[in-house]
């Protein structure tokens, strides 16, 4: 699949459209856990580093929480809301300044962890496609 990162805007907002289903299904929570985890290793070791936990206990809580949401939001169960209540994802991650170049590292990891799965295009095009609508919402930087 061939991955583009948007072109960002700063203020700009687009709507968001929530990745298939299939891509749990197909995945499955434990697979999701996993593209995670991964992804925060990769982060942990990236130029954004500094945004994420350095305590080993903090960054296991993060990527729990991170977990649950994309389980969430891949139509699995809410551990998310059962666990923190309803996402505000924007203002929670408000006391980070999060800049166009977290942005785009954000997602290149991403891009590294997703390019190892072996699933149909159209099903990683929809989770990919959240990814890239979602992450114009967290940058609150210039």
């Known amino acids: 699949m061939n991955f583009i ?6 203020g ?11 891509f749990l299904k197909l995945i499955t929570e434990e697979g999701i856990r996993k593209l995670v985890s991964d992804h925060y290793d990769l982060l942990s070791q990236s130029e954004v580093k500094h945004l994420f936990p350095r305590i080993e206990e903090a960054l296991e809580k993060a990527k ?16 998310y809301n059962k666990s923190r209540g309803k ?24 891009i590294e962890v ?6 149909p295009e159209e099903i990683m095009e929809s989770f990919w ?14």
């Open 114 to 119: 997703l390019s190892k799965l072996d699933l």
């Open 64 to 79: 729990q929480r991170s977990s649950d949401f994309f389980i969430q939001i891949c139509g699995g169960q809410p551990y």
């Open 5 to 10: 990162i948007s072109q960002y805007e700063f």
């Open 12 to 22: 700009h907002r687009p709507p968001v459209t929530i990745p298939s289903p299939e």
């Open 87 to 110: 996402p505000m994802l924007a203002a929670r991650h408000s006391p980070f300044a999060i800049n166009q170049q977290a942005r785009i590292i954000w997602l290149q990891c991403y």
């Open 129 to 142: 496609n959240y990814l890239n609508s979602f992450s114009f919402w967290m940058v609150n930087t210039k």
